[in-house]
């Protein structure tokens, strides 16, 4: 199976094709210039360095949160566009499992910690082991950091942007028992949206492509603004 991802949930995007195991291609990169600007133009670079078309590919992954609401809406809508011209199956990757699935070395659990502002972080928990494979200890939300930190008991890695702003205070709440990946590890990997979409789609779970939408875990700002606009209007 060949699947393209896309993932634009941060400020590093990143396109990847994967064809069963085998890497065929990967475009990342880590800019403050909107996703809209580079996106299709990664894409394209993507499948060129694949050495195909997209209409040879048999499915799409895309990343659909949590992460920067105008990065997700960017991305999402470019795999909708591709899925309705070409008709293939679409698989919704989860934020968060991304960057936990890098690590199933880790014999503890896995925590992935994004950023989100307003003190506080999107995060879930994880724990791999050879036989059952991925295991989710905590589903996917966003919290203040030290509530969240509080309730963890056992060793854990920490990776994502999330962990490296908050690192003094997860080492001063878990100490010895907190682990942390290289910097160069805390941002997602495109391949890994693939190898998830892939395993996705080959057990069945699409996403009707359009019902496909973001998991923002929160209110945006908008949405908070307008709904006091109208409390103030009655």
């Known amino acids: 199976m060949i699947v393209l991802a896309i993932d634009t949930s941060t400020q590093t995007g990143g396109v990847a094709v994967l064809r069963g195991d085998t890497l065929l291609a990967q475009v990342q990169a880590t800019s403050t210039t ?37 990065g997700l809406r960017i991305g999402i809508s470019a795999v909708k566009g591709l899925g309705f011209a070409t008709g ?35 995060t879930a ?28 008991k056992a060793p854990c890695l920490f990776v994502g942007d999330g962990a490296v702003v908050y690192r003094d205070l997860i080492e001063d709440i878990l100490g010895s028992g907190a682990q942390f990946v290289p910097p160069y590890l805390n941002t997602l990997q495109a391949s890994v949206v693939a190898y998830i979409g892939m395993k996705q789609i080959e057990r069945g779970e699409t996403t009707d492509v359009a019902l496909l939408a973001p998991n923002y875990l929160r209110k945006s700002d908008a949405e908070i603004k307008l709904e006091k606009g109208r409390l103030v209007d009655k």
């Open 34 to 70: 909107t996703h809209t600007k580079r996106l299709m133009s990664a894409v394209d670079s993507a499948l060129r360095m694949a050495g195909m078309g997209v209409d040879e590919c048999d499915g799409l992954a895309v990343t659909t949160g949590p992460g920067s609401f105008t």
């Open 125 to 152: 928990l994880y724990r791999c082991s050879r036989d059952a494979g991925w295991e989710k200890i905590a589903s996917d939300c966003a919290v203040e950091p030290r509530q969240w930190l509080m309730q963890i």
């Open 88 to 122: 293939k199956p679409v698989a919704g990757v989860s934020t968060l499992d991304v960057l936990a699935y890098q690590f199933p070395w880790f014999p503890d659990l896995v925590c992935p910690m994004l950023d989100a502002r307003k003190e506080e972080i999107y």
